[in-house]
């Protein structure tokens, strides 16, 4: 077994069977951490993370849950809780986006979003620190938002309103959770390299202009942002709260729109 600045931790990273979750649960169990391992449709991403976590010497327990639903919000930290009789991480990545014009957007997408990226946060976070606060364990939040919590993204409006409600949940929580030795902060990632974004990349046409519009000239990997996790997951961040940092290579910075 490795021992590492998570040795004796257990994360929940929801959405953890694919693409930036996948990478922040492996990257973790590197650290040391055991991780609750969450997916909601194919349990072959999940079972491929637990798969890696435990050739790592590390142990997954795999938890089906649809974070738009309260209740099972409530279900995953439980049965993550009962596996290993605490929870001392919390990543809420879990997310989906719709692209529509304004005009065209439908109640169901909007629920859609809204429930996956701001209800599905705030449940589970919610669930969370009444565990940690029952236990009186330190606890750390970490929320994957996106540079658009403060960068438009036309098209993508009920995107944008998730993104800007969860920068401002982050530092309400880090004000009102401070107290309790609780630390709340957002990762707000620009353009990675993930599975979903195949057709992006197989496009040029689309993919120079955007490539021009980042300072470092590239996209960033899951490991950019996975490291960044690690880090405000350890005793390294413990004096850091209410924050926002951008995985971006500068775009926030240098973005113009079309």
Known sequence: MSEGKLAGKVAL????????????AIRMAKDGADIVVNYSGHIEGAQETQQEIEA???????????VSKVAECQSLVQAGWDQFGKIDILVNNAGVEKGSDFVDVTEADY??????????????????????LAAKIPGRVINISSVHEDMVFPHFASYCASKGGIRMLMRDLAVELGPKNITVNNIA??????PINKKLLDDKAKL??????????????IDDVSALAAFLASDEAAYVTGSTYFVDGGLMRNYHEQ
């Open 208 to 221: 120079d202009p955007l490539l021009a519009n980042i300072p470092l000239g590239r996209m960033g990997s």
């Open 56 to 66: 790592l010497g590390r142990k997954a327990f795999i938890v089906r849950a649809d």
């Open 111 to 132: 629920d859609l979003v809204l429930d996956v990226n701001l209800k599905g946060p705030f449940f589970t976070t919610q669930a969370f620190v009444k565990r940690v």
């Open 13 to 24: 990273i929801t959405g953890s069977s694919s693409g930036i979750g996948q990478g922040i």
């Open 189 to 194: 990632p620009g353009a990675i390299i993930t």
